[in-house]
C-alpha cells in the first residue's frame, strides 16, 4: 500500500460517519480512530465563528433533533407551599381503591389535615399539611412510587 492510497483511506474515514476503521494488507496493520465531536465542542467551534448576536440561532441548529423534542424543564418559582415525600415509598391518594381521593386540586385543607398515605415496608404513613390553604396541584399520580423529597402538592 503505498502513501497515495493510505492519504485516500484517511480522507474517506474523515468524510464518513466510521469512527474506526482497521486494515491489514501486504504485512502492514493501519487503524484508524476518529473521535466523536460532542456538542459542546461544534457549538464552542461554531460560537468562534459568529458575532454574540447569532449565538442563539447557531447553538439551536447544532442540537441533535433528539435535544430539540426534548425541552429542557426550568424551575420556575411558584407561590405557594410544596409539600414533599418525608419517606420513599408508594402513594396513595385514598384509604382505598373503593375510596374517596383525601384531597384534590381545589380542595381546602387545614393544618394537620391527611393529604396522603405513603406505604413503606407495609406501614402506612398518613402525610399531612403543615399549612392552611387549597391544594393547587397534585404532583404525583395514585400508586406511584415517591422518593424521599419529591414534590407530592402545592398548596396556597
Same mark, same amino acid.
Given at each position: 500500500?503505498?502513501?497515495?492510497? #493510505?492519504? $485516500?483511506? +484517511? /480522507?474517506? =474515514? @474523515?468524510?464518513?460517519?466510521?469512527?474506526?476503521?482497521?486494515? &491489514?494488507?501486504?504485512?502492514?496493520?493501519?487503524?484508524?480512530?476518529?473521535?466523536?465531536?460532542?456538542?459542546?465542542?461544534? #457549538?464552542? $467551534?461554531? +460560537? /468562534?465563528? =459568529? @458575532?454574540?448576536?447569532?449565538?442563539?440561532?447557531?447553538?439551536? &441548529?447544532?442540537?441533535?433533533?433528539?435535544?430539540?423534542?426534548?425541552?429542557?424543564?426550568?424551575?420556575?418559582?411558584?407561590?405557594?407551599?410544596?409539600?414533599?415525600?418525608?419517606?420513599?415509598?408508594?402513594?396513595?391518594?385514598?384509604?382505598?381503591?373503593?375510596?374517596?381521593?383525601?384531597?384534590?386540586?381545589?380542595?381546602?385543607?387545614?393544618?394537620?389535615?391527611?393529604?396522603?398515605?405513603?406505604?413503606?415496608?407495609?406501614?402506612?404513613?398518613?402525610?399531612?399539611?403543615?399549612?392552611?390553604?387549597?391544594?393547587?396541584?397534585?404532583?404525583?399520580?395514585?400508586?406511584?412510587?415517591?422518593?424521599?423529597?419529591?414534590?407530592?402538592?402545592?398548596?396556597?
Amino acid at each position: 500500500m503505498d502513501y497515495k492510497a #493510505i492519504q $485516500e483511506l +484517511i /480522507k474517506t =474515514v @474523515s468524510d464518513s460517519k466510521l469512527t474506526l476503521v482497521e486494515l &491489514e494488507t501486504e504485512g502492514i496493520k493501519i487503524k484508524l480512530e476518529k473521535k466523536q465531536e460532542t456538542a459542546v465542542e461544534k #457549538i464552542t $467551534e461554531t +460560537i /468562534k465563528k =459568529v @458575532s454574540v448576536e447569532e449565538i442563539p440561532q447557531a447553538a439551536a &441548529e447544532l442540537m441533535t433533533s433528539e435535544e430539540k423534542v426534548q425541552p429542557r424543564v426550568e424551575e420556575v418559582k411558584k407561590e405557594g407551599t410544596i409539600v414533599t415525600s418525608p419517606i420513599v415509598g408508594t402513594f396513595y391518594a385514598s384509604q382505598g381503591p373503593d375510596k374517596e381521593s383525601f384531597v384534590k386540586v381545589g380542595s381546602r385543607v387545614k393544618k394537620g389535615d391527611t393529604l396522603c398515605i405513603i406505604e413503606a415496608m407495609k406501614l402506612m404513613n398518613e402525610i399531612d399539611s403543615e399549612v392552611d390553604g387549597e391544594v393547587v396541584e397534585v404532583l404525583v399520580e395514585n400508586e406511584q412510587m415517591v422518593e424521599y423529597g419529591q414534590p407530592l402538592f402545592r398548596i396556597i
